[in-house]
């Protein structure tokens, strides 16, 4: 298979990922640096965005405003994979903002939630507390399996396979050596 042809596959196996998806585990930083996680309903806006709307009153959404960093991971359901340390995943750094109520995009965004999720976002929509939050990917990694790790590069699209050379690289501390 030539390249762009196994890229093209490699990239309709993370999309087919996120579409066999409704929620998404979210990390996110507090305000002591400390790691928190958690998990949202999504959709996708028409940016490629995770949208999801969540209330304040759980730690991840002050997180968000906060410190608008945070990764999100899709993963595949335990049921499902041949072997527990090699689930197929996607996760992605992504830079959190804010859609307002007044935004073009809002209205529309949210009745596709409603779409998905039925009529409980119209109730969730007449609580103050809820906010739209979109996560933007700005790169990430997709694992199909063992030797079989992609870093993806959102804005041009590009997958490159992580081998032991790569790996050594990113990490901190090594030498490479």
Known sequence: MDLTKQQAAIQAGYEALIDSMATLSLATVAA?????????????????RFCIFVSTLAAHT????????????????????????????????????????????YDAILQRMQARFGPLIQQLRSLADFHLL??????????????????????????RHIDADRLRGRSPGRSGK
Not at 34 to 48: K, L
Not at 75 to 85: D, G, T, V
Not at 89 to 102: Q, W
Not at 140 to 159: I, K, M, N, Q, W
Request: hydrophobic share 35%.
């Open 62 to 105: 002050g997180n968000l405003l906060r410190e608008p960093s945070a990764s999100v991971m899709l993963i595949q359901p335990e049921s499902e994979a041949s072997n527990l340390f090699a689930r197929e995943r996607l996760t992605l750094r992504c830079r959190a903002e804010e859609i307002k109520p007044d935004e073009p995009c």
């Open 32 to 48: 002591n640096g400390q790691a928190d996680i958690s998990y949202a309903p999504f959709v996708r806006d028409d940016q490629g």
């Open 134 to 159: 979109a996560l933007a990917p700005q790169s990430g990694t997709y694992v199909v399996g063992f030797g079989r790790a992609y870093e993806l590069d959102v804005a041009s699209g590009v997958l």
